[in-house]
Every structure is written in structure tokens, then in C-alpha cells.
């Protein structure tokens, strides 16, 4: 099992904990409002702690369960008391539509995570491509991109303590096209589709 520090204490903090802490793992919720930290550790349970804002983290790995624009600039104000963590980037920088990503270049909010995380830092994308109603209810696969093997082990490892299916998508540059899927579900909840109870996931055929 794992020790996961979530950096942020919103819808999908409380989500991913409850399955966190529903798999075996430790849990620390850190939040800039320490009554909201407070307030989801209560309801998490299991032992779930806080930590003080901008502290080293409890955990090893660190999910930044906070809105795109605000990621990179809490990684930075964390600093060197992110050196040596998984750091999960889980947020989506949609445009104003809906229908593309907020930034224009071949990048994602994950990329420009470890372009200023400190030395030893891991830097994922995962959960992204899942909406937060599938992930309470139904058992998604859960793609996930990184650089590291070490902490490639480690991502999926935790994914599996949560009764989802990890599947490694590649290193991190395909974190970009993460956020690409994510508008894709987006488009599909909107058209083809209709409603928000599905995933993308992989079907395998064989002979």
C-alpha cells in the first residue's frame, strides 16, 4: 500500500481518497483552507491526517488535486518540500468551450510541472480522462504517462490498491494527448454519447 498526500481538498480529493482509503493506504489532505483539510479528513476516515500548507508531505506520492491554472504555480510555492515525490498532475486545462485545451503549444500542465519541480521529482499524468462519477461508481481504466520506471512501479501500483486497471501510456511527453483524450470525453459526453457515465478504456482481442 501507499502513502498519498492529496494537495487540495475538492470534489476529486474526496473521490480519489475514498478509494485510497477504501484500498489500505495512508492518506494526508493538505489544503491552503486548513478547515477544508480538516473537514475531508473527517469525512475520509481511515486515519486520514493533515498536513500544514506548503509543508513536506506525509506521502511519497503527491496528487495535485487542484484546478489546471493553479498547478504549476503550487508545485513552485511547495519547492524543495516536493524533492524525492511522485508528483500526479490529474487536472484537465480545458479552453472555454470545452472543445480544446487552454494552452496552444504541444505541452501539457504535467510538462510544465517538471520543467520547476525540485531535483528527484517524478512527475505523472493520470486520472484525467475519467469523469468524477465513473470513478466513485464503476471501475475505469486509468491511463497514466511518466518518465521514471521506479515511479511508473509505484503510480500503478497505487491505481491497483483502488480497484482500477492502470495502463501505462507511454513517457511524459504523452501527457499532452492525456489532455487531448480528456477533451475527447468531453465531446463524446456531448454528442455521441450523451450523459457522463462512461470511460474511454481499452477492449482486447486476441485469436
Do not use: C
Not at 24 to 47: C, F, H, P, W, Y
Not at 101 to 122: D, F, N, R, W
Amino acid at each position: 500500500m501507499s502513502n498519498i498526500t492529496f494537495i487540495g481538498a475538492g470534489n476529486m480529493a474526496r473521490t480519489i481518497g475514498t478509494l485510497a482509503v477504501a484500498g489500505g493506504n495512508t492518506v494526508e489532505i493538505m489544503a491552503r483552507d486548513q478547515s477544508k483539510a480538516d473537514a475531508l479528513a473527517e469525512v475520509l476516515g481511515g486515519g486520514t491526517t493533515t498536513g500544514k500548507w506548503g509543508a513536506v508531505p506525509a506521502g511519497d506520492i503527491v496528487i495535485t488535486a487542484v484546478l489546471y491554472a493553479g498547478v504549476v504555480s503550487t508545485v513552485a510555492e511547495y519547492g524543495d518540500a516536493l524533492a524525492g515525490k511522485i508528483i500526479v498532475d490529474i487536472s484537465n486545462p480545458f479552453n472555454a468551450t470545452f472543445d480544446g485545451l487552454a494552452h496552444s503549444e504541444p505541452t501539457s500542465i504535467a510538462q510544465e510541472v517538471a520543467k520547476i519541480a525540485p531535483a528527484g521529482a517524478m512527475v505523472f499524468k493520470a486520472f484525467n480522462t475519467i469523469f468524477r462519477g465513473v470513478l466513485e461508481e464503476g471501475r475505469p481504466d486509468v491511463f497514466f504517462a511518466g518518465d521514471n520506471p521506479r515511479g511508473k512501479a509505484d503510480v500503478a501500483a497505487f491505481i491497483e490498491s483502488l480497484g482500477l486497471r492502470p495502463l501505462d501510456v507511454g513517457g511524459l511527453k504523452m501527457a499532452h494527448w492525456l489532455e487531448g483524450a480528456g477533451v475527447l470525453t468531453m465531446g463524446l459526453a456531448g454528442n455521441g454519447v450523451g450523459h457522463w457515465n462512461f470511460a474511454l478504456g481499452v477492449n482486447e482481442f486476441t485469436d
